[in-house]
C-alpha cells in the first residue's frame, strides 16, 4: 500500500512492439520490436513485483505478445501469484496449437481486435487479416477459452457496427467493447479519421443490450448520458463511469521497462520512471508521481467540463483521449451528457 493509501489493482503491460502488422491506427506504433527490450528474467521480476503491491488483474498487449520469447514463461508467473490475465491480440498468430496452450496456462480471457467487416478490417490493417482473426474466434472458442472482442471506432467502421454486430452472433463470445480511436502513434500521422458520431455508438450499446454477450463502450466514450449505468458491458445498470484510474488504481508498462498511469498516454513526457532504475513500487509511491490525477482538483477543469454537475465523479473523462485531442488533461472533447436524452 503506497502513501496515497493506492494499489495498482489493474495493469495495461505492453509485453513488446513487435508486431505482424503496423496498423494504420496502432496507438503505439507498432510493428518492430524496440531495442533493448525487458528479457524474460526481467519481466518475472516485474511480474513478482506487480503480486507484491496487490495486482488483481492484467491485460497483457503489443505489439503481439505472443513474439515476446518467454510469454508463456510471464503468463505463468503471474497466474501462480493469483493474477488474472487477459491477452489482447490481433489473433493473426493463433491457431489451434496455440489456442489449447492458452487454455492449459488458464488465463482469464483472450480479447480480440476486430474492427469492422472484413474489407474494412483489411484495410487498416493487412489483407487476410480478418480471416485469421475469424479463425481464432473460431479456434479459442472451440478451446475453451473465454473470448471477448475489442472495436476502434473510426469514422469508417462506425457505421457498420450492425453488419460485424450480426457475424460476432456465430461465436459465443462473452462481451464486445466498442472504444474510440486515439489520434497518437501511426492514427496521428493522419492515414485514419478518428472522428466519429459518439452518439451513434451510445444508441448502438443501447439498443443491443438484449445481445447474448454483453456490449459496451469503453471508458473514452461517454458521459453521464441517462444511459450511463448500462453502457460499460455490465448489465446491472450500475456501471458508472468512476473518472480515470491511471496512477490511482491503474498502472501501465511498455516493453523497455517505462512506467505511466495508463498505456494511452503515449507519450514521452507521461513516463514516471523505469523499472531498470528504481522499482516498481518506488515508482508507485512517489508523492509527486501521477499528478495529473493524484492531486487533480474541480479547478482544474476546463470548458465544458468546468462546473459540470457530475464534476467530482467524471473529473474529465478520459485523459488521454483529452490530451491527444485537446492538448490537455482536463476537458472530454466529445462529452455527450445533455446531447442524449
Known amino acids: 500500500m503506497s502513501v496515497f493509501g493506492l494499489k495498482p489493482e489493474n495493469c495495461v503491460w505492453e509485453l513488446t512492439l513487435a508486431c505482424c502488422f503496423s ?67 490481433n489473433g493473426y498468430m493463433i491457431d489451434s496449437a496455440l489456442a489449447r496452450v492458452l487454455k492449459e496456462l488458464d488465463i482469464e480471457s483472450v480479447a480480440l481486435s476486430i474492427d469492422g467487416p472484413r474489407e474494412v478490417h483489411d484495410r487498416y490493417r493487412q489483407e487476410g487479416s480478418f480471416m485469421r ?14 473470448v471477448s472482442v475489442i472495436s476502434t471506432l473510426n469514422h469508417e467502421n462506425t457505421p ?17 467493447q466498442l472504444q474510440a480511436c486515439l489520434p497518437m502513434g501511426n492514427a496521428a500521422e493522419g492515414a485514419v479519421d478518428f472522428h466519429f458520431d459518439h452518439a451513434e455508438a451510445i444508441r448502438f450499446v443501447e439498443e443491443h443490450a438484449e445481445a447474448p454477450f454483453a456490449v459496451g463502450i469503453a471508458d473514452n466514450i461517454g458521459y453521464f448520458t441517462p444511459q450511463e449505468g448500462a453502457l460499460r458491458g ?25 512506467v505511466r498511469g495508463c498505456e494511452s498516454l503515449y507519450d514521452q513526457r507521461f513516463i514516471e520512471g523505469n523499472v531498470r532504475e528504481r522499482s ?62
Not at 137 to 144: F, R, S, Y
Not at 164 to 176: E, G, H, N
Request: proline share 3%; aromatic share 10%.
Open 280 to 341: 516498481l513500487r518506488e515508482i508507485w509511491e512517489d508523492p509527486e508521481c501521477f499528478a495529473y490525477n493524484r492531486k487533480f482538483r474541480t479547478e482544474l477543469l476546463k470548458g465544458k467540463c468546468a462546473g459540470c454537475a457530475e464534476a467530482e465523479r467524471c473529473r474529465g473523462g478520459c485523459r488521454s483521449y483529452s490530451y491527444f485531442v485537446k492538448g490537455h488533461f482536463y476537458e472530454a472533447p466529445f462529452c455527450m451528457r445533455g446531447q442524449i436524452s
Open 133 to 146: 482473426a475469424r479463425r481464432a474466434l473460431g479456434v479459442l472458442c472451440d478451446a475453451g477459452v473465454p
Open 234 to 258: 455490465n448489465r446491472s445498470g450500475l456501471a458508472c463511469f468512476k473518472g480515470c484510474q491511471a496512477g490511482l488504481s491503474v498502472v501501465a508498462l511498455d516493453s523497455i521497462g517505462n
Open 160 to 176: 457498420l457496427l450492425e453488419e460485424l454486430y450480426r457475424f460476432l452472433l456465430d461465436y459465443p463470445i462473452f462481451a464486445w
Open 23 to 89: 496498423c494504420k491506427y496502432c496507438g503505439s506504433g507498432g510493428g518492430k520490436a524496440r531495442p533493448g527490450e525487458l528479457t524474460t528474467e526481467e519481466c518475472l521480476k516485474v511480474a513478482d513485483e506487480l503480486a507484491e503491491l496487490g495486482c488483481r488483474r492484467i491485460s497483457m498487449i503489443g505489439g503481439e505478445v505472443f513474439l515476446h520469447p518467454g510469454w508463456k514463461e510471464i503468463i505463468t508467473r503471474l497466474v501462480r501469484h493469483g493474477i488474472a490475465v487477459c491477452v489482447i491480440s
